[in-house]
């Protein structure tokens, strides 16, 4: 990480009563604080964003077994502070990400002379607020009372509050819709659900000007993850701690917590756009990340969800994870230009209630033979730790199975933690130490990380990049196994799963209907769609949706995620797949309503090219595409890849057409998109 330029002014106010009051603006103005302390002694916030009231006054607090700071508290100092510098992620949607904010930190004491401070960072597009427990020794935290009214009834994009599960259907309603009965219709089953209340990020927009939040947390760290409780007689949010336990987070003092964030933009796409969770995470604290490398990659993965194969050895399905079929995908990686192969079900333990062995392969999986292979090939094996949610099991076995993997050139590992964990919730301080020591320990064995059933990511991939993507959504596995996920899923991604950090959805599935992968009879002659034949699960998308997901959601690692064969039938769909990149430079989300359709533009980090993925949901729509992004002295070799004219989720999924043209700066394309269809867009520059 490169500082490039770093500026700092502080200026103390020295203050010793209750009812003081302080503002501050964030650096372009727009963006204003207010703070308070009130006679009563409880310290509060507001936020304003072009002037609208975003946040009015709320209420802030924290109470421990000994100590209470929500209220009688007076204020001991504030002081205020200006901060700008210019930093280089190892990778991400920028190359370079500006961290500029104006901030305020106010010194509180209770009755009892125990003081707390409240800092609070004002960004051009957003705060961050948190709480540091002054003192020596420790603290047993036992609630958090941060609150965020809201200015009003907003339309929100939410899933269930649940302290122990984020695969829940997206919500598309007021805020005063948020009840118990919705968030039954969000969750379809009971998991850890808050009485009434979201999981972060949230998003929002105000009907009376456009401003669009999102509510969220960054540098999650020793403290249970946040839910958010709904109050619809104050139209409030309260932060919930996750976990049943009476004390959430025992600590060493001093203690920082997580930071609590809202994004503020004036459309959509600034939600897409905001590195405000990022910058909010302390540096980079690996002296080397030249091991640390965005890919593609292919998986022994898809074909258990489509039964095809299993991922154990108990001889209903083939075994999917055997020394034959690992070669075929490799090969298929090697031909391609892909840089990994992920493995599931290579290791003894597979099956409810047996214990896994991290080091200890199936007999018919090779590990020796296929590390040899793969690097020959120029590919890397990527490993995978299933735990059944038996985290106690995988502690124990923890380094030993990473020194394992680092003895066979394995550079990655894709961890899982399907079911319920005893004594424990998935986001609760237990758990939150655990994925977090998966990162750190990961690191020391220069070893990446792909979390599958996580906490929702909070941006920790700046201190720690080989901590490279995470689960934490309903992803494309949904629509192999499941119900599937709504027409209007995908379209809201971007502005709240995403907007926490990297996601491993798993695009590109090809063949939509599994006519190859199942039951290719049940397709007819012209490809569409046989009416007489009944599909249980399918992807809700047309082919040119799915290349458009490489663009539209954003991770360093990108899965290819159907079967070798299924591409194989569409070489000229597959080469997008081959070009597009997955470490950028820029990123621009030029269009957008959330849940109905997005466009998002993407600049290569490596190249003066510039991507475009556009993705909607039931609604048929026509792009007027802008080329006004692109650099005005050069040309471009654009090549299209649309919907075709039959096209459609439910009809011709699979029609495509590829086009192509030179254009510049000043050209606009009309590009139309099918009902659950998009396009992909590769603009080559000249």
């Given at each position: 990480?490169?500082?490039?330029?770093?500026?700092?002014?502080?200026?103390?106010?020295?203050?010793?009563?209750?009812?003081?009051?302080?503002?501050?603006?964030?650096?372009?103005?727009?963006?204003?604080?207010?703070?308070?302390?009130?006679?009563?002694?409880?310290?509060?916030?507001?936020?304003?964003?072009?002037?609208?009231?975003?946040?009015?006054?709320?209420?802030?607090?924290?109470?421990?077994?000994?100590?209470?700071?929500?209220?009688?508290?007076?204020?001991?100092?504030?002081?205020?502070?200006?901060?700008?510098?210019?930093?280089?992620?190892?990778?991400?949607?920028?190359?370079?990400?500006?961290?500029?904010?104006?901030?305020?930190?106010?010194?509180?004491?209770?009755?009892?002379?125990?003081?707390?401070?409240?800092?609070?960072?004002?960004?051009?597009?957003?705060?961050?607020?948190?709480?540091?427990?002054?003192?020596?020794?420790?603290?047993?935290?036992?609630?958090?009372?941060?609150?965020?009214?809201?200015?009003?009834?907003?339309?929100?994009?939410?899933?269930?509050?649940?302290?122990?599960?984020?695969?829940?259907?997206?919500?598309?309603?007021?805020?005063?819709?948020?009840?118990?009965?919705?968030?039954?219709?969000?969750?379809?089953?009971?998991?850890?659900?808050?009485?009434?209340?979201?999981?972060?990020?949230?998003?929002?927009?105000?009907?009376?000007?456009?401003?669009?939040?999102?509510?969220?947390?960054?540098?999650?760290?020793?403290?249970?993850?946040?839910?958010?409780?709904?109050?619809?007689?104050?139209?409030?949010?309260?932060s919930l701690l996750a976990g049943d336990e009476a004390v959430k987070s025992k600590v060493e003092l001093p203690f920082s917590?997580?930071?609590?964030?809202?994004?503020?933009?004036?459309?959509?796409?600034?939600?897409?756009?905001?590195?405000?969770?990022?910058?909010?995470?302390?540096?980079?604290?690996?002296?080397?990340?030249?091991?640390?490398?965005?890919?593609?990659?292919?998986?022994?993965?898809?074909?258990?969800?489509?039964?095809?194969?299993?991922?154990?050895?108990?001889?209903?399905?083939?075994?999917?994870?055997?020394?034959?079929?690992?070669?075929?995908y490799i090969d298929f990686a090697s031909e391609n230009g892909f840089g990994g192969v992920l493995v599931e079900g290579w290791?003894?333990?597979?099956?409810?209630?047996?214990?896994?062995?991290?080091?200890?392969?199936?007999?018919?999986?090779?590990?020796?033979?296929?590390?040899?292979?793969?690097?020959?090939?120029?590919?890397?094996?990527?490993?995978?730790?299933?735990?059944?949610?038996?985290?106690?099991?995988?502690?124990?076995?923890?380094?030993?199975?990473?020194?394992?993997?680092?003895?066979?050139?394995?550079?990655?590992?894709?961890?899982?933690?399907?079911?319920?964990?005893?004594?424990?919730?998935?986001?609760?301080?237990?758990?939150?130490?655990?994925?977090?020591?998966?990162?750190?320990?990961?690191?020391?064995?220069?070893?990446?990380?792909?979390?599958?059933?996580?906490?929702?990511?909070?941006?920790?991939?700046?201190?720690?990049?080989?901590?490279?993507?995470?689960?934490?959504?309903?992803?494309?596995?949904?629509?192999?196994?499941?119900?599937?996920?709504?027409?209007?899923?995908?379209?809201?991604?971007?502005?709240?799963?995403?907007?926490?950090?990297?996601?491993?959805?798993?695009?590109?599935?090809?063949?939509?209907?599994?006519?190859?992968?199942?039951?290719?009879?049940?397709?007819?002659?012209?490809?569409?769609?046989?009416?007489?034949?009944?599909?249980?699960?399918?992807?809700?998308?047309?082919?040119?949706?799915?290349?458009?997901?490489?663009?539209?959601?954003?991770?360093?690692?990108?899965?290819?995620?159907?079967?070798?064969?299924?591409?194989?039938?569409?070489?000229?769909?597959?080469?997008?797949?081959?070009?597009?990149?997955?470490?950028?430079?820029?990123?621009?989300?030029?269009?957008?309503?959330?849940?109905?359709?997005?466009?998002?533009?993407?600049?290569?980090?490596?190249?003066?090219?510039?991507?475009?993925?556009?993705?909607?949901?039931?609604?048929?729509?026509?792009?007027?595409?802008?080329l006004d992004f692109l650099d005005g002295d050069r040309e471009y070799e654009a090549t299209l890849y649309r919907d075709g004219?039959?096209?459609?989720?439910?009809?011709?999924?699979?029609?495509?057409?590829?086009?192509?043209?030179?254009?510049?700066?000043?050209?606009?394309?009309?590009?139309?998109?099918?009902?659950?269809?998009?396009?992909?867009?590769?603009?080559?520059?000249?």
């Amino acid at each position: 990480m490169n500082r490039l330029f770093c500026l700092a002014v502080s200026l103390l106010m020295l203050v010793a009563c209750s009812g003081a009051k302080s503002d501050i603006s964030s650096p372009d103005g727009r963006t204003e604080l207010h703070f308070e302390l009130s006679e009563a002694g409880e310290a509060a916030y507001s936020l304003k964003f072009d002037g609208e009231e975003i946040v009015p006054l709320s209420r802030l607090g924290i109470t421990t077994t000994d100590a209470d700071f929500s209220k009688g508290l007076e204020l001991v100092c504030i002081e205020s502070s200006s901060f700008d510098e210019t930093w280089e992620p190892v990778w991400g949607q920028f190359a370079k990400i500006r961290n500029h904010y104006n901030s305020l930190v106010a010194t509180l004491k209770n009755a009892d002379g125990k003081e707390l401070k409240v800092e609070m960072r004002l960004f051009d597009d957003g705060l961050g607020l948190r709480y540091t427990l002054l003192g020596e020794g420790s603290a047993a935290i036992t609630a958090e009372r941060t609150e965020f009214r809201m200015g009003g009834d907003y339309e929100s994009h939410w899933i269930a509050g649940s302290d122990d599960d984020a695969e829940f259907d997206y919500m598309h309603t007021l805020l005063s819709e948020i009840t118990p009965e919705t968030m039954q219709q969000s969750a379809g089953r009971v998991s850890g659900l808050v009485e009434c209340g979201v999981s972060t990020p949230i998003a929002m927009k105000s009907s009376a000007t456009g401003n669009h939040i999102a509510i969220h947390e960054a540098a999650l760290w020793e403290y249970p993850g946040m839910i958010l409780a709904w109050d619809n007689e104050r139209c409030c949010f309260t932060s919930l701690l996750a976990g049943d336990e009476a004390v959430k987070s025992k600590v060493e003092l001093p203690f920082s917590t997580p930071w609590r964030t809202i994004i503020v933009g004036d459309r959509a796409g600034a939600l897409v756009e905001s590195n405000l969770v990022l910058n909010l995470n302390e540096p980079c604290c690996l002296e080397d990340t030249s091991w640390i490398k965005p890919m593609k990659y292919v998986g022994v993965w898809w074909e258990m969800h489509l039964k095809l194969s299993i991922w154990d050895m108990d001889g209903r399905y083939p075994h999917c994870a055997t020394t034959e079929n690992v070669k075929r995908y490799i090969d298929f990686a090697s031909e391609n230009g892909f840089g990994g192969v992920l493995v599931e079900g290579w290791n003894v333990g597979w099956g409810w209630g047996e214990r896994f062995d991290y080091s200890q392969p199936y007999p018919d999986f090779d590990m020796e033979e296929l590390a040899r292979y793969a690097e020959e090939r120029g590919v890397e094996i990527i490993g995978h730790h299933e735990t059944y949610a038996n985290v106690a099991n995988y502690e124990e076995q923890m380094t030993d199975a990473y020194e394992y993997y680092a003895k066979h050139g394995i550079n990655s590992v894709k961890t899982g933690y399907v079911g319920s964990i005893a004594g424990h919730k998935h986001y609760d301080r237990w758990m939150v130490d655990h994925y977090n020591r998966t990162v750190v320990e990961g690191a020391k064995h220069k070893l990446c990380i792909d979390i599958h059933e996580p906490i929702h990511s909070t941006g920790i991939c700046r201190t720690y990049p080989n901590l490279m993507s995470a689960e934490g959504m309903r992803g494309q596995e949904w629509q192999a196994w499941n119900s599937g996920n709504s027409i209007d899923h995908n379209p809201t991604l971007p502005f709240t799963r995403n907007v926490a950090g990297a996601m491993d959805f798993t695009p590109g599935i090809f063949d939509l209907r599994y006519h190859n992968s199942i039951n290719k009879a049940a397709a007819t002659a012209d490809g569409s769609v046989n009416a007489d034949y009944k599909y249980d699960f399918f992807v809700n998308s047309t082919l040119a949706h799915q290349l458009a997901e490489y663009v539209v959601f954003y991770s360093p690692i990108q899965m290819v995620a159907d079967l070798p064969d299924n591409y194989r039938e569409h070489p000229d769909a597959l080469q997008f797949i081959v070009d597009v990149p997955v470490d950028w430079a820029d990123t621009r989300c030029l269009d957008a309503e959330i849940g109905d359709y997005v466009i998002t533009a993407r600049k290569d980090k490596h190249s003066e090219d510039w991507y475009v993925g556009g993705i909607t949901d039931g609604t048929e729509r026509t792009v007027e595409l802008s080329l006004d992004f692109l650099d005005g002295d050069r040309e471009y070799e654009a090549t299209l890849y649309r919907d075709g004219d039959k096209a459609g989720w439910n009809t011709y999924p699979t029609d495509y057409a590829i086009e192509k043209q030179g254009v510049t700066a000043s050209d606009t394309l009309a590009i139309r998109m099918a009902e659950g269809g998009g396009f992909a867009l590769q603009l080559k520059a000249l």
